[in-house]
């Protein structure tokens, strides 16, 4: 292969989901997210996916935002020593506790969005994260990391890869490892924890997972009480209202009253 001039993104929306009940815990809600994931604390998940997919960084840029979300840029370039020591085969990348070093030149950034809904207590928070490179490696190998990084209830995937480069012949090749599947990138255990719903566009290297937890605790999603301290028509109804949610998020679709949710 000669100069490898293919990009390759990865963009994904991870969603926390919450009840709070009043005016009052929503705020508290909104604020303990603010300090959660505050600019600063984004910019060290970042700066770690740079080193799982083997980058160089050049630049960052980080906001925090009032009353809360946050934003973080970071440059990125290739590492050419470690290049040939990284791999883009179809397996998955390391874990939070397990990062390793050295990718491309493009970006990375992350967007977050805390929201409340003023009449039914249901919180969500959404990370938007992209990860875009130009070269060998696939940026699919820092899916983990990311995952486990943020309570992630929801999760919504798209990779895909563009453009083209050629071999030392000049025959192009419009992409450089083989995938049929993003989650062929997640370990064994996450692919456990949730239903997952993949829609591939093979012929235009162009995939497509979601992803839901399967397990619901409603103590998991309550902010500030337990489910212990809730009537028990009245956790019914937080339950219904919640999972109503995720699966609007999870199927990208305003669904029918009265509906059961899984």
């Known amino acids: 292969m000669g100069f490898n001039n293919l990009t390759k993104t990865l963009s994904f929306n991870i969603y926390d989901i919450c009840y709070a009940a009043s005016a009052e815990e929503q705020a508290q809600y909104m604020?303990?997210?603010?300090?959660?994931?505050?600019?600063?604390?984004?910019?060290?998940?970042?700066?770690?996916?740079?080193?799982?997919?083997?980058?160089?960084?050049?630049?960052?840029?980080?906001?925090?935002?009032?009353?809360?979300?946050?934003?973080?840029?970071?440059?990125?370039?290739?590492?050419?020593?470690?290049?040939?020591?990284?791999?883009?085969s179809m397996s998955p990348g390391p874990m939070p506790g397990a990062v390793v070093t050295h990718l491309d030149k493009s970006h990375i950034t992350v967007h977050t969005y805390p929201e409340g809904h003023p009449d039914n207590g249901i919180c969500t928070f959404r990370a938007d994260i992209d990860v875009s490179t130009c070269g060998r490696i696939s940026p699919l190998k820092a899916l983990n990391y990311l995952i486990h990084s943020f309570d992630s209830d929801i999760v919504t995937l798209d990779y895909r890869v563009r453009g083209f480069t050629r071999d030392v012949e000049g025959r192009k090749h419009f992409i450089d490892h083989k995938i049929n599947s993003i989650q062929n990138y997640l370990t064994p255990d996450t692919r456990d924890r949730y239903h997952t719903i993949d829609v591939n566009v093979y012929q235009e290297n162009i995939f497509h997972t979601k992803m839901m937890l399967k397990q619901f605790d409603l103590n998991n999603y309550l902010f500030g009480v337990e489910k212990e301290d809730v009537p028990p028509r009245e956790q019914?109804?937080?339950?219904?209202?919640l999972k109503r949610e995720m699966s609007e998020i999870f199927y990208g679709k305003n669904l029918r009253r009265g509906m059961r949710y899984s």
């Open 236 to 241: 019914q109804r937080i339950a219904a209202s």
């Open 31 to 88: 604020a303990y997210i603010h300090e959660m994931y505050r600019a600063e604390r984004l910019t060290e998940i970042l700066v770690n996916v740079s080193n799982i997919i083997g980058a160089n960084i050049l630049n960052i840029a980080n906001q925090n935002y009032e009353p809360q979300g946050a934003s973080v840029t970071i440059l990125i370039s290739e590492e050419p020593i470690a290049a040939e020591q990284l791999s883009n």
